[in-house]
């Protein structure tokens, strides 16, 4: 049934580090709901939001699943997100999908870099938060733990729940606001109200009189009231508490256990009471493409229709699958739309709604549901669907940078084309994986987030399209060039019976500057070399660039000049020519000191200011040249100009050196000198394949 009443919808995402029970949670609050049938487990493979099969082996959430759920008269849609660094790049589409978070803390575990990251993404897309404490059923685990990391991110956390009993004894939560014990029998959802006395009643009120602080220190006209008057009124309190939560002044915390089914009710009451509903968001800004004027869409279902697709699924049988969120009118099933990021038409077919690894169909979708549609044929992830006769581009969604790469090599002879392919409609699925061919190693080269993302990348591309392939460390593209003049002749004299072979070329070389490439000049006088043969010579000469002298890498930077040569009046030919170029050309190489050049990137470090030193120790020790460093947010940018070589792995490395909490982006800068040490190591290991490539040959 399609939502008739958005003041009515929570659209809401459950986000956490990995390990916190955000799949489990999910299930606990769709079974007390009544969306699902079963309490399902992501340790037996049975959770209503993990289905991929990647996911079944891992046990562990890989990509943002959805599911919608009816209580108490309103809808409530809900993502459930992935929560390891490898994975956060489809939990912050996501996050811009939504009106509110839900954020799942583990209370007998350290908070890591991935709630941090989640946190400042939420705080960046100004989203209302409520965390929940999960798991309080496992060995020494507390709620004050929980409480204190969240402090520490940064939150003002107000607890809104309390524990009933510890560990395997956990029975129910108190729950503040309406001074109730809730207990729970089994893990059905059903819960007992009981009256609160003795212990359980002590820690309510000192619970109750800490939220009553929390709010009033969130209004100034509150403040002097509660001062004067010592108390705030039921009505008055939870008025004053989901305006605090809307402006991000507080965090309510609630607790239990997913795979208990501890809490879920509770919770879902939170949900519907504090966080936003898309009528209580603001417009959402961004411009006409055809005049670059900002304009706005407020979440109205009688504006004009526009929304963002953030994410796409890709089924090698089904076809492509573009989820998106409304954002403003009425997505309806088979009507033209406008994609005005790429300035195309698009035509829905039948919309659907989203239930774990299933879809019904949908009519209508209002601002703030998500729904999805197949087979839209120019539309990617981040593109905005709008009408012809008001079209908007909404902003883009945030950008991953891939930090790790490696070479691709099929299995099979002849899959390269069939695996670059594959690649290509996986990348529609995932933007943060990336994919090229290094136009000098000839390697197919998949980039993405982690080693992790790309192991499952190529799970992915097995199952789903029966491409094998295996990992290699992508090679540098080293290059070759002289730093001295040289002139060598280059003479080829064959003779075998009948018409022989000869060519006669004299060549002078001679360096340029970095980057400039390569230069042929004519220079012959008096006919030495007929002019006929001279386009020979100089196709010769670029012949055999791309195959180096030192170590088998392409030739760059050096003028070669023409200056002399002879030929036969029957025996010269454009063959013979070429033959004698490439002989010339290789031995004035040797003569004008040629050296091995290697790619430098440009790289930028963000780390926390205590990693600062021990980041920068480090990039010395990879031969990097640090440029500078500038603040940014809460830590610093180190921006170094780094040797390829010394960075293929750096990803893993930087993670151990900041505890997870740094990052880098780079890019390629330009070619320099390769040490004598490196030169003398890459140009052995490149004659000892040659000779081993010959080996296997013989």
């Known amino acids: 049934m399609a939502v008739a009443d958005i003041s009515r919808l929570r659209t809401i995402a459950l986000v956490g580090q990995g390990g916190t029970g955000k799949t489990q949670l999910a299930d606990a609050l769709l079974f007390t709901a009544g969306a699902i049938t079963r309490l399902g487990r992501p340790d037996d493979g049975t959770a209503a939001m993990d289905f991929e099969p990647e996911e079944l082996s891992r046990h562990e959430s890989i990509s943002s ?84 990391e969240l402090t520490s991110l940064g939150a003002r956390p107000a607890a809104l729940t309390l524990p009933i009993g510890t560990d395997n004894a956990l029975a129910g939560v108190i729950d503040v606001l309406n001074m109730k014990a809730v207990r729970y029998a089994d893990t059905s959802g059903k819960a007992k109200e009981e009256e609160l006395g003795g212990d359980l009643l002590a820690a309510a009120e000192d619970a109750r009189t800490k939220l009553c602080e929390a709010v009033a220190e969130s209004d100034d006209a509150l403040l002097e009231k509660y001062l004067e008057e010592g108390k705030l009124e039921n009505d008055e309190l939870r008025t004053a508490l989901r305006k605090a939560v809307l402006e991000r002044k507080l965090t309510p915390v609630l607790c239990g256990s997913g795979s208990r089914n501890i809490g879920a009710g509770p919770l879902l009451d939170a949900i519907l009471e504090l966080l936003p509903s898309p009528a209580d968001r603001p417009p959402r800004k961004g411009h006409n493409p055809a005049t670059g004027e900002e304009v706005e869409r407020a979440p109205d279902p009688n504006a004009p229709f526009a929304a963002i697709v953030f994410k796409t699924v890709v089924d090698p049988f089904a076809g492509k699958l573009s989820i998106f969120r409304v954002v403003s009118g009425k997505a309806l099933s088979d009507t033209a739309v406008l994609n005005a990021t790429r300035q195309s038409k698009e035509r829905f077919g039948q919309l659907l709604r989203l239930e774990g690894k299933k879809q019904s169909p949908l009519d209508a979708a209002l601002p703030g549901e998500i729904a999805a549609v197949a087979k839209l044929k120019d ?95 992508p090679k540098v593209p080293y290059k070759e060039t002289i730093k001295g003049k040289a002139e060598a002749q280059g003479k080829y004299k064959r003779q075998s019976g009948g018409r022989g072979q000869y060519g006669d070329c004299w060549l002078r070389i001679e360096p340029m500057q970095r980057g400039a490439g390569f230069e042929f000049v004519d220079a012959v006088v008096g006919g030495s070399v007929p002019r006929q043969f001279i386009p020979s010579v100089e196709k010769g000469v670029r012949n055999t660039l791309p195959e180096g002298i030192l170590a088998g890498y392409p030739l760059v930077d050096l003028k070669v000049t023409l200056y002399d040569g002879s030929s036969h009046p029957v025996d010269s030919s454009d063959m013979s020519f070429q033959i004698a170029a490439s ?50 947010g809460n830590g610093q940018l180190i921006k170094a100009l780094v040797p390829m070589a010394e960075i293929l792995k750096y990803a893993p490395d930087l993670r151990s050196i900041t505890s997870g909490r740094g990052s880098f982006e780079s890019q390629f800068s330009h070619y320099e000198e390769a040490p004598p040490h490196i030169a003398e190591k890459v140009i052995k290991e490149a004659k000892e394949a040659k000779e081993a490539a010959k080996g296997a040959h013989a």
């Open 65 to 148: 699943a959805f599911h919608h759920l009816e209580w108490k008269r309103n809808t409530v849609i809900l993502a459930d997100t992935p929560g390891y660094a490898a994975f956060l790049p489809d939990a912050f589409n996501t996050v811009h999908a939504v009106d509110g978070l839900v954020l799942v803390v583990s209370p007998g575990a350290d908070m890591k870099v991935e709630t941090e990251k989640i946190w400042d993404a939420a705080q960046a897309a100004g989203l209302p938060v409520v965390a929940f404490v999960s798991r309080l059923d496992r060995e020494n685990t507390k709620l004050e733990n929980a409480l204190a």
């Open 583 to 632: 002989m010339g050309l290789k031995a004035a190489v040797e003569k004008a000191r040629p050296i091995l050049l290697e790619p430098i990137m440009s790289v930028e470090v963000s780390c926390p200011d205590e990693c600062m030193g021990d980041v920068i120790g480090d990039l010395n020790s990879r031969r990097g040249k640090v440029l500078g460093v500038d603040r940014k």
């Open 379 to 473: 539309t990617t992830t981040g593109d905005t669907l709008c009408e012809e006769k008001a079209p908007i581009i909404l902003p883009p969604l945030p950008r991953a940078h891939p930090v790790i790469s490696f070479a691709i090599r099929p299995r099979s002879k002849g899959d390269e084309e069939k695996a670059s392919q594959a690649l290509a409609r996986m990348i529609e699925e995932d933007p943060s994986l990336e994919m090229h061919r290094d136009a000098q190693t000839h390697d197919i080269i998949l980039s993405g987030t982690g080693q992790l993302h790309i192991e499952v990348a190529v799970e992915r591309l097995k199952r789903k399209y029966n491409v094998e392939v295996e990992l290699q460390a």
